[in-house]
């Protein structure tokens, strides 16, 4: 199994950016990225796979966030911009080696590896 150290999270004011990271200690395919916010349950927002670089993001975080890869690092990146008041929450980064984004969104059993998780907090 690929272990995951996240890292990026913090406070940032409404329209602020963050960006997390995701180095992983092994090989992988595809990356995905989730957050859970307090009450709520864990949605899926971005995904990358590697051979063709696609990608797929929620329809929340569309043209705000950008997942991306370092294959020279082994790291995923999540750029997020425009951050707003309902982005808050606990972002982990899942990996696999066989998965393929699609365009269906994400579901957490199609990721083996899981990070511990960052929070990210938007308040002015």
């Known amino acids: 199994q690929v272990q995951l150290a996240e890292s990026g999270g913090g406070l940032v004011q409404p329209g602020g950016s963050l960006t997390l990271s995701c180095a992983a200690s092994?090989?992988?395919?595809?990356v995905g990225w989730f957050r859970q916010a307090p009450g709520k349950e864990r949605e899926g927002v971005a995904c990358?796979?590697?051979?063709?670089?696609?990608?797929w993001y929620a329809d929340s975080v569309k043209e705000r966030f950008t997942v991306s890869r370092d294959s020279a690092k082994n790291t995923a990146y999540l750029q997020m911009d425009s951050l707003k008041p309902e982005d808050p929450a606990v972002y982990h980064c899942?990996?696999?080696?066989?998965?393929?984004?699609?365009?269906?969104?994400?579901?957490?059993?199609?990721?083996?590896?899981w990070g511990q998780g960052t929070q990210v907090t938007v308040s002015s």
């Open positions: 990358f796979s590697s051979s063709d670089s696609s990608t």
């Open positions: 899942a990996v696999d080696s066989d998965y393929y984004c699609s365009g269906y969104g994400l579901a957490e059993g199609d990721f083996s590896s």
């Open positions: 092994g090989d992988w395919h595809a």
